[in-house]
């Protein structure tokens, strides 16, 4: 069974650093794309990018290229969403989930930013 | 970036029948759009419930079926229940790139 299994919620301060993680098993993790979606409160889904785990090829919604680093770990089957400095404005709910016939989806990270 | 466009909300009777579509700014949509429906209720991560235009996945009722029509992609209802009173999502393929639609609210009442 293919399953997605994400860190738990996170509270953070504006210009703080986060990763977070998706957990994958079930499957091949390097054979299959994982994305990253975020919800802000209230509001709908918005695609943010995805990587290919095996070459670690990865793609970016031009909303979020340069704001966010999708990255993945092979021997982790893991994987990654990662922030360098926070904004309030990333306060949100995080979710991966497999793009394909699997339609797998992750329960998601609650992302909090706040001074 | 393309622009997927979803009537903000439908409302559909109990055992009834309604169709919710997904457009493109780039032109009609296609196959090669591949496009997904996921249904969100409320405090619950979404589900997908059609993949690559028509395929249905093994956990969505049968009442639910998708389709192209008129040049977007429709995500059908068949027999409307009160569970599936929901925010639906389409989510369209652009040559590596991936686009959601805004979403329908749909009240079954």
């Known amino acids: 069974e293919v399953q997605l299994e994400q860190s738990g919620a996170e509270v953070k301060k504006p210009g703080e650093s986060l990763k977070i993680s998706c957990k994958t098993s079930g499957y091949s993790f390097s054979d299959y794309w994982i994305g990253w979606v975020r919800q802000v409160p209230g509001k709908g889904l918005e695609w943010m990018g995805l990587i290919y785990p095996d070459d670690s090829d990865t793609r970016y919604s031009p909303s979020f290229r340069g704001q966010v680093i999708v990255s993945a770990d092979k021997s982790l089957t893991t994987a990654y969403l990662q922030w360098t400095s926070l904004k309030a404005s990333d306060t949100a709910i995080y979710y991966c989930m497999r793009p394909d016939s699997s339609g797998v989806w992750g329960q998601g990270t609650r992302v909090s930013v706040s001074a | 970036q393309a622009v997927v466009t979803q009537e903000p909300s439908l409302t559909v009777s109990p055992g009834g029948t309604v169709t919710l579509t997904c457009g493109s700014s780039?032109?009609?949509?296609?196959?090669?759009?591949?496009a997904y429906w996921f249904q969100q209720k409320p405090g619950q991560a979404p589900r997908t419930l059609i993949f690559?235009?028509?395929n249905i996945h093994s956990w969505a009722p049968a009442r639910f079926s998708g389709s192209l029509l008129g040049g977007k992609a429709a995500l059908t209802l068949s027999g409307a229940q009160p569970e599936d009173e929901a925010d639906y999502y389409c989510l369209l393929y652009y040559s590596g790139a991936r686009v959601f639609g805004g979403g329908t609210r749909l009240t079954v009442v």
């Open positions: 690559d235009t028509t």
């Open positions: 780039t032109g009609p949509v296609t196959v090669s759009h591949y």
